[in-house]
C-alpha cells in the first residue's frame, strides 16, 4: 500500500464523515483516509456550550458562505454558516438532538422512493449512535458514542417560557424526540458534561489511534477522480501542492448539502448546461445535483429584561464571567457550560392541515439572553430572544458552480418565500412568539418588546419585518436527493446514479426536510450508510 492509497476515501469530517471514519475503521484490514478542508477542533469557541454564537461567526471555524440576493427578502444576501473545522456544523451548532417526525421517515420512503428508509429502518440507527444520559426508555439509546444530556439547570425565564407556551395552547410534554412532538420541553443536547459532544468528540477521537485511519486537515477537495464514470480517488488542495489520494474500494462524499453538490459538479457530474457554463466538462448529465434545495427560514422575536436573570452580559455581571471562565478551564459546571438555547416548542401554523399533514410546521428556539443573528455581537445587555421557524417550507432553490476553481463559493439560491403559503405560515409563528413573549409569565422581567417592533401591528406589517430579518437556521438539504425521480441524484443505498465506487452519505441527501433540526438525522444516515456498505447491500 502506498501512502496515498486507500480503500475508501471520505470528503468532509462533519457529522456524516466522523461516523463513517470510525464505523469503516473498525476493520483493521480496511484503510480508510479522511479529508477536510479545515482544521482541528480543539478550540475554546467549539467546545464552550455558550460560546456557540462566536464559533459560528468565526471566520476560521466557518466557511462563510453567503446566498444569492433573496427576491422575496428584500433582495438580502444572508449569511449561510457552515463548519469548517473538524466535527463539521456539529462543532460550531447548537447541540440540539432532535429526530423530527416519524412520518418524516415514511414519507421518504413513500413519497420519494427512498426504500429502506422509513420510521421503523431508521430508529434503530437512531438509538444505535445516541448515549442518553437519563432513564432509559424505548425512544432512546443509552450505549452510543454521542453523548445526549438534558440542560440543567434551566434559566427562570426558560420556566417562564413553558408557562407561556402552556397558556397559549402548546403545553408541556416531558420529550420532544417521543411519540407526538406537538409541545414545549427543554431541548435535549449533545454535550458531554460540561462541553460540547460533537461528531469529531464522539466518533473520530476515539479511531484516531488506529492506523488504518489516516486523517488530513486542510485539505481542499477539488474535484473526484473518474475512470470514465467510475470514481478512483479524490484531488485536492493543501497549501500551494495538489495533492491525491487514491480509492480502492469507494469515494465517499460527506461535505454536506452545500459543498458535496459543489464537489460533483466540479467533476462533471451535474446538469450538463450547468457544468459548461462553469467551464467544467459534463461526465454525468445529473440534472437533480444542486436542485431542490430546502432550507429552514427563521426570525427572531425579542425583549428586554430589568434584571441580570438572563445570560447576558452588563457592569452588573463582569464578576461572574471572569469566574465562568476559571471554571470551564477547571472543567467545572458554569456560565460558559450553560446552552443558551434551552426551550424549545413544536406547533401547528393555521395551514398545517394542508401543508404538513396535521404535523406541527412550526419550531420555537428560546435563549434567556438577548442575541443577535448568527453570533454577529456579543449579547450585551438583558433580555430573552426566541427563535421561530417553518419546518416544511414549499419553496425550493438550487445550487451551482459559477466557476471551475473549488475555492469559488458556488452560486446559492435557497429562493425564500417563493411559495406564498410559506409566508402565511411564518406570519402565524411571529404571532404566537409575539403572544408568548407578551404573556404575563414574563411580566416578573420585561421592560420592553424589541421584536417584532410594537408598532407593527397588522399582518402586512409583520411580513415588511419578516422580510427585514429573517434569516436562516442552518438546515440546508436536499441537493443531491436519494430516491427515485427525475432529480433523484443517489438511489436508496446513497450510491450516485450514472457512476460506479462513489456515494453521498449527508444531509444533501434528504429528500424533504425533517420536522425539527437536521444533526441527529445527518449521523442516523452515516450509521445506515456504514451498515450498507460493510454488508454489500446493493
Same mark, same amino acid.
Given at each position: 500500500?502506498?501512502?496515498?492509497?486507500?480503500?475508501?476515501?471520505?470528503?468532509?469530517?462533519? *457529522?456524516?464523515?466522523?461516523?463513517?471514519?470510525?464505523?469503516?475503521?473498525?476493520?483493521?484490514? +480496511?484503510?480508510?483516509?479522511? !479529508?477536510?478542508?479545515?482544521?482541528?477542533?480543539?478550540?475554546?469557541?467549539?467546545?464552550? #456550550? !455558550?460560546?456557540?454564537?462566536?464559533?459560528?461567526?468565526?471566520?476560521?471555524?466557518?466557511?462563510?458562505?453567503?446566498?444569492?440576493?433573496?427576491?422575496?427578502?428584500?433582495?438580502?444576501?444572508?449569511?449561510?454558516?457552515?463548519?469548517?473545522?473538524?466535527?463539521?456544523?456539529?462543532?460550531?451548532?447548537?447541540?440540539?438532538?432532535?429526530?423530527?417526525?416519524?412520518?418524516?421517515?415514511?414519507?421518504?420512503?413513500?413519497?420519494?422512493?427512498?426504500?429502506?428508509?422509513?420510521?421503523?429502518?431508521?430508529?434503530?440507527?437512531?438509538? =444505535?449512535?445516541?448515549?442518553?444520559?437519563?432513564? #432509559?426508555?424505548?425512544?432512546?439509546?443509552?450505549?452510543?458514542?454521542?453523548?445526549?444530556?438534558?440542560?440543567?439547570?434551566?434559566?427562570?425565564?426558560?420556566?417562564?417560557?413553558?408557562?407561556?407556551?402552556?397558556?397559549?395552547?402548546?403545553?408541556?410534554?416531558?420529550?420532544?424526540?417521543?411519540?407526538?412532538?406537538?409541545?414545549?420541553?427543554?431541548?435535549?443536547?449533545?454535550?458531554?458534561?460540561?462541553?460540547?459532544?460533537?461528531?469529531?468528540?464522539?466518533?473520530?477521537? #476515539?479511531?484516531?489511534?488506529?492506523?488504518?485511519?489516516?486523517?488530513?486537515?486542510?485539505?481542499?477537495?477539488?474535484?473526484? !477522480?473518474?475512470?470514465?464514470?467510475?470514481?478512483?480517488?479524490?484531488?485536492?488542495?493543501?497549501?500551494?501542492?495538489?495533492?491525491?489520494?487514491?480509492?480502492?474500494?469507494?469515494?465517499?462524499?460527506?461535505?454536506?448539502?452545500?459543498?458535496?453538490?459543489?464537489?460533483?459538479?466540479?467533476?462533471?457530474?451535474?446538469?450538463?448546461?450547468?457544468?459548461?457554463?462553469?467551464?467544467?466538462?459534463?461526465?454525468?448529465?445529473?440534472?437533480?445535483?444542486?436542485?431542490?434545495? =430546502?432550507?429552514?427560514?427563521?426570525?427572531?422575536?425579542?425583549?428586554?429584561?430589568?434584571?441580570?436573570? *438572563?445570560?447576558?452580559?452588563?457592569?452588573?455581571?463582569?464578576? *461572574?464571567?471572569?469566574?465562568?471562565?476559571?471554571?470551564?478551564?477547571?472543567?467545572?459546571?458554569?456560565?460558559?457550560?450553560?446552552?443558551?438555547?434551552?426551550?424549545?416548542?413544536?406547533?401547528?401554523?393555521?395551514?398545517?392541515?394542508?401543508?404538513?399533514?396535521?404535523?406541527?410546521?412550526?419550531?420555537?428556539?428560546?435563549?434567556?439572553?438577548?442575541?443577535?443573528?448568527?453570533?454577529?455581537?456579543?449579547?450585551?445587555?438583558?433580555?430573552?430572544?426566541?427563535?421561530?421557524?417553518?419546518?416544511?417550507?414549499?419553496?425550493?432553490? %438550487?445550487?451551482?458552480?459559477?466557476?471551475?476553481?473549488?475555492?469559488?463559493?458556488?452560486?446559492?439560491?435557497?429562493?425564500?418565500?417563493?411559495?406564498?403559503?410559506?409566508?402565511?405560515?411564518?406570519?402565524?409563528?411571529? %404571532?404566537?412568539?409575539?403572544?408568548?413573549?407578551?404573556?404575563?409569565?414574563?411580566?416578573?422581567?420585561?421592560?420592553?418588546?424589541?421584536?417584532?417592533?410594537?408598532?407593527?401591528?397588522?399582518?402586512?406589517?409583520?411580513?415588511?419585518? !419578516?422580510?427585514?430579518?429573517?434569516?436562516?437556521?442552518?438546515?440546508?438539504?436536499?441537493?443531491?436527493?436519494?430516491?427515485?425521480? %427525475?432529480?433523484?441524484?443517489?438511489?436508496?443505498?446513497?450510491? +450516485?446514479?450514472?457512476?460506479?465506487?462513489?456515494?453521498?452519505?449527508?444531509?444533501?441527501?434528504?429528500?424533504?426536510?425533517?420536522?425539527?433540526?437536521?444533526?441527529?438525522?445527518?449521523?442516523?444516515?452515516?450509521?445506515?450508510?456504514?451498515?450498507?456498505?460493510? *454488508?454489500?447491500?446493493?
Amino acid at each position: 500500500m502506498t501512502a496515498n492509497q486507500f480503500d475508501y476515501v471520505i470528503v468532509g469530517a462533519g *457529522s456524516a464523515g466522523c461516523v463513517l471514519a470510525e464505523r469503516l475503521s473498525r476493520d483493521p484490514s +480496511v484503510s480508510v483516509a479522511l !479529508l477536510e478542508a479545515g482544521g482541528d477542533d480543539r478550540n475554546l469557541l467549539v467546545e464552550a #456550550p !455558550l460560546m456557540m454564537g462566536q464559533a459560528i461567526a468565526s471566520k476560521t471555524l466557518d466557511w462563510h458562505h453567503y446566498t444569492a440576493p433573496q427576491k422575496h427578502l428584500n433582495d438580502r444576501r444572508l449569511f449561510w454558516p457552515r463548519g469548517k473545522v473538524l466535527g463539521g456544523s456539529s462543532s460550531i451548532n447548537a447541540m440540539h438532538y432532535i429526530r423530527g417526525a416519524a412520518q418524516n421517515y415514511d414519507e421518504w420512503r413513500d413519497t420519494y422512493g427512498a426504500d429502506g428508509w422509513g420510521w421503523d429502518q431508521v430508529l434503530p440507527a437512531f438509538k =444505535q449512535v445516541e448515549g442518553r444520559v437519563g432513564d #432509559p426508555c424505548d425512544w432512546h439509546g443509552a450505549e452510543g458514542p454521542l453523548s445526549v444530556q438534558d440542560i440543567a439547570p434551566l434559566n427562570p425565564l426558560t420556566e417562564a417560557f413553558f408557562e407561556a407556551c402552556a397558556a397559549n395552547g402548546i403545553g408541556r410534554i416531558d420529550d420532544m424526540n417521543g411519540a407526538d412532538q406537538f409541545g414545549c420541553a427543554p431541548y435535549h443536547v449533545t454535550q458531554r458534561g460540561n462541553k460540547r459532544c460533537s461528531a469529531a468528540v464522539a466518533f473520530l477521537r #476515539p479511531a484516531l489511534s488506529r492506523s488504518n485511519l489516516t486523517v488530513i486537515t486542510h485539505a481542499l477537495a477539488s474535484r473526484v !477522480l473518474l475512470e470514465g464514470t467510475r470514481a478512483t480517488g479524490v484531488e485536492y488542495r493543501k497549501g500551494r501542492h495538489t495533492e491525491t489520494a487514491t480509492a480502492r474500494r469507494e469515494v465517499i462524499l460527506s461535505g454536506g448539502a452545500i459543498n458535496t453538490p459543489q464537489l460533483l459538479q466540479l467533476s462533471g457530474i451535474g446538469d450538463a448546461s450547468w457544468l459548461r457554463d462553469a467551464g467544467v466538462n459534463p461526465v454525468v448529465d445529473l440534472p437533480g445535483v444542486g436542485r431542490n434545495l =430546502q432550507d429552514h427560514l427563521d426570525v427572531l422575536g425579542q425583549i428586554t429584561t430589568a434584571s441580570t436573570t *438572563s445570560l447576558g452580559i452588563s457592569s452588573k455581571t463582569a464578576a *461572574s464571567w471572569i469566574g465562568a471562565v476559571i471554571n470551564f478551564l477547571a472543567d467545572k459546571p458554569g456560565l460558559l457550560s450553560t446552552n443558551p438555547v434551552q426551550g424549545g416548542a413544536f406547533f401547528r401554523s393555521s395551514l398545517a392541515d394542508e401543508m404538513a399533514d396535521g404535523l406541527p410546521d412550526l419550531q420555537f428556539a428560546f435563549i434567556p439572553a438577548k442575541v443577535a443573528p448568527h453570533g454577529a455581537k456579543l449579547p450585551f445587555g438583558h433580555g430573552a430572544s426566541l427563535h421561530v421557524c417553518q419546518l416544511y417550507p414549499k419553496s425550493r432553490g %438550487e445550487l451551482r458552480i459559477t466557476s471551475s476553481d473549488p475555492a469559488t463559493h458556488p452560486h446559492i439560491d435557497p429562493n425564500y418565500l417563493s411559495e406564498p403559503q410559506d409566508l402565511e405560515v411564518m406570519l402565524d409563528g411571529m %404571532e404566537m412568539a409575539r403572544k408568548v413573549l407578551n404573556h404575563a409569565a414574563f411580566d416578573f422581567d420585561r421592560k420592553a418588546e424589541v421584536w417584532p417592533d410594537a408598532a407593527y401591528r397588522t399582518r402586512a406589517q409583520l411580513a415588511d419585518d !419578516l422580510k427585514a430579518r429573517a434569516e436562516t437556521l442552518y438546515h440546508p438539504v436536499g441537493t443531491c436527493r436519494m430516491g427515485k425521480g %427525475e432529480l433523484a441524484v443517489v438511489d436508496p443505498a446513497l450510491k +450516485v446514479y450514472g457512476t460506479q465506487g462513489l456515494r453521498v452519505v449527508d444531509a444533501s441527501v434528504m429528500p424533504r426536510l425533517i420536522g425539527g433540526n437536521t444533526n441527529a438525522p445527518t449521523m442516523m444516515i452515516a450509521t445506515r450508510a456504514a451498515d450498507i456498505i460493510l *454488508s454489500g447491500q446493493e
